[in-house]
């Protein structure tokens, strides 16, 4: 984690999950976005673009969640797999409950669970270039979700 302390910037905090790809890897949900700590993936799991997750929302660090939990927080998220980079942006909200153990879940709406890692993204699934989609559909393709809050 990092932080922005001595300047005038707000600080911004930064954490990483990493997951590994999957033969059934889709990628085409409209909403939303998912990693998780699962193994088993079936073709129903379409926003789901990652498997064998490092931590779910809940092994998140508390000045992460305290952060996402704010209600200035701007989102940058970023899919990295390869030499590839996909970066969008999202919002926190006061609601999150940031509690579930094996699911991170990014939504373009305003829905709130204990799998939602934040609202209003300006991406889902379906976004993510190609190239990087099928790369994730080799179960020995490491992948990273990178998120990092600023203005919290």
């Known amino acids: ?45 379409d926003c789901i673009i990652g498997v064998g997750a490092e931590k779910g929302c809940a092994g998140l660090s508390d000045g992460l969640k305290t952060a996402l939990r704010s209600g200035s927080a701007t989102v940058r998220l970023s899919i990295v797999v390869g030499g590839e980079r996909f970066g969008f942006a999202a919002s926190g909200d006061p609601g999150l409950r940031l509690s579930h153990p094996h699911d991170v879940v990014i939504r373009r709406s305003g829905f709130v669970s204990e799998r939602t890692l934040a609202l209003r993204a300006t991406a889902s699934a379906r976004d993510i270039p190609r190239t990087i989609v099928s790369r994730l559909r080799d179960p020995r393709t490491a992948g990273v979700l990178e998120i990092e809050v600023v203005g919290a």
Do not use: D
Not at 9 to 17: A, Q
């Open 1 to 45: 984690m990092e932080t922005g302390e001595g300047s005038t910037r707000p600080p911004t905090l930064r954490e990483s999950i990493s997951f590994h790809g999957h033969r059934l890897i889709r990628s085409t949900h409209p909403t939303t976005i998912e990693v998780t700590e699962e193994e088993h993936l079936t073709e129903n799991g």
